[in-house]
């Protein structure tokens, strides 16, 4: 369970220790549901977040998350590849409003970090390779996204840290693959991502 400082409307709020234990226990009995619902190849299932930032101190963070996918271009990413970067991983899908609402606070901080610490990485929960690529073209995303519709690798892989049918999420995963921040929904001003990239990027 995602766990850490969470940031909404200027409050701070406390996970209790038996809710988080409690919330550790049901998800793992929700991951054979939650698999089945995100491969029903329908969006139903998905909501939209709040906005809300989470932080995680370091000393606080869960092991490092281990993921594999192809991107839209048929390339491997893996989270091995990646290690000693920053990354910054964003779900989406094409049909998504906030999704593409936000797509240029992304490509402009994909921009301004692009071999300055942080790696840019999307993960495609709906699309197959020709809409994610429509998708690019149209809003001048330069940076890959993981196609994670057919089996929901990615998303599972980070079940129990993560909300897992919140479309879109951004996550900032330090430089060891360990889970530092997660803005849920739209991303609601660009200098809050901006702050998060650039503080990991600092420890």
């Given at each position: 369970m995602f766990a850490g400082r969470r940031i909404k409307r200027g409050r701070t709020v406390a996970v209790g220790a038996a809710a988080l234990a409690l919330a550790l226990t049901l998800s793992g009995c929700a991951n054979e549901k939650l698999a089945a619902d995100?491969?029903?190849?329908d969006?139903?299932?998905y909501v939209a977040g709040d906005g809300s930032v989470t932080e995680v101190a370091a000393a606080d963070r869960e092991k490092p998350v281990e993921y594999s996918g192809k991107d839209e271009h048929g390339k491997t990413i893996s989270s091995k590849d990646l290690l000693g970067e920053v990354v910054v991983m964003n779900?989406?899908?094409?049909g998504c409003a906030p999704c593409r609402a936000e797509a240029p606070d992304l490509q402009a901080l994909n921009e301004k970090y692009d071999g300055k610490g942080a790696q840019f990485v999307g993960v495609n929960v709906f699309d197959q390779a020709e809409t994610a690529l429509?998708?690019?073209?149209?809003y001048g995303i330069t940076y890959p996204s993981i196609l994670d519709v057919n089996d929901g690798s990615v998303k599972l892989a980070f079940t129990?840290?993560?909300r897992p049918n919140a479309v879109p999420t951004t996550l900032v995963i330090d430089k060891?693959?360990?889970?530092?921040a997660r803005i849920l929904g739209k991303i609601s001003d660009r200098s809050i991502l901006d702050t998060?990239?650039?503080d990991a990027i600092a420890e």
């Open positions: 995100y491969t029903s190849a969006n139903k299932n779900y989406w899908y094409a429509a998708f690019n073209k149209t129990g840290q993560v060891q693959g360990r889970v530092a998060l990239i650039r």
